[in-house]
């Protein structure tokens, strides 16, 4: 018989393809996931891993093993959270999720003011791709996450806009840009553009930008992260297109400048996703922080209620 413990390292395992990393994620050696695995695979009786070139996928079984564990793993969860608030017990912890941008420009400042007054929870920032913080919601290791843009249509994961991100041109000190009195879509096309990898969600946002522009811009690099693109400027290579957020958090030691895009749209949202279960009273009071936070940040964005349980909450460093 397996065992949750069991579970969680293989859902771990499931999700980021890589035992090393599964191991990261878990806090154990990349041995004793293998060995949990192993373990796992005896108890199921079928292969959950095709191993080939030093790279993991999911058997069939494995895939229908993944769904379940992320179902067990939740209703434990929320079991042990039921528990807790019955006893009267109003810490517990909270899970969120959510790229590297959100997590340092929104998730850590509100966690730092909310814990020194709350010391009752302990609270776990996952940090995940937007993918992977849509599938951390759904499997029940996130109790909710936040995500710049929507998320893939899911009938359990529910949306909703916080606020919206609007972009920012990202150009090496001194460039002729900063001299513009407005920058449209347009002028960019007479400078090379640095982008995200293709599939990131910010490369998403910069194509559908470029698009009003008559000329479309050469991309003349790529990055696979928003620290190595703001070097990339920094360098000289080109300018960027970049939600408002994104270089708040990551500017730091770059010598870049920018300036805001003018454009028809009407920024990237900044989702929140919540699965169908209800939060616990804790976590539903980090999410109000959340949502008073984002709103704050964009202020034509009108404020968001949700009603929550009442009750006195406390977070922890």
């Not at 709350?118 to 499997?139: D, K, M």
Request: proline content about 6%; aromatic content about 4%.
């Amino acid at each position: 018989m397996f065992q949750l413990r069991q579970l969680k390292i293989f859902v771990a395992a499931a999700e980021t393809l890589s035992f090393t990393q599964a191991a990261k994620r878990v806090h154990l050696s990349q041995p004793s996931v293998t060995e949990q695995v192993q373990a796992l695979e005896q108890s199921v009786g079928h292969p959950l891993f095709i191993r080939q070139n030093n790279r993991l996928r999911l058997t069939a079984a494995g895939e229908r093993l993944a769904s379940r564990a992320r179902e067990l793993l939740a209703m434990a969860d929320d079991t042990l959270r039921e528990a807790r608030d019955d006893a009267g017990d109003q810490g517990g912890t909270i899970r969120v999720a959510a790229p590297q941008t959100l997590c340092t420009c929104l998730l850590l400042p509100q966690l730092l003011r909310f814990a020194d007054s709350h010391p009752g929870t302990q609270v776990s920032i996952q940090e995940r791709n937007s993918f992977a913080t849509a599938q951390a919601v759904l499997g029940g290791t996130a109790d909710f996450g936040v995500v710049h843009g929507w998320p893939a249509n899911d009938a359990n994961l529910h949306a909703d806009i916080l606020a919206r991100d609007m972009p920012v041109v990202v150009m090496p000190l001194g460039h002729p840009l900063n001299q513009a009195s407005g920058i449209r879509p347009d002028a960019l096309a007479a400078f090379p553009l640095i982008a995200t990898m293709e599939g990131c969600r910010y490369r998403e946002y910069l194509d559908a930008l470029v698009q009003e522009s008559s000329v479309r811009p050469r991309i003349r690099a790529e990055a696979d992260s928003v620290p190595a693109l703001m070097r990339m400027v920094s360098a000289g290579l080109g300018v960027s297109i970049l939600p408002s957020m994104a270089v708040d958090a990551d500017a730091t030691g770059a010598r870049v400048e920018w300036r805001p895009l003018s454009t028809l749209g009407d920024g990237l949202p900044i989702c929140l996703l919540t699965s169908a279960r209800a939060p616990a009273r804790h976590v539903a009071a980090f999410i109000d922080v959340i949502r008073l936070a984002a709103t704050r940040s964009d202020e034509s964005m009108p404020a968001v209620d949700m009603k929550h349980r009442a009750g006195r909450v406390a977070i922890a460093k």
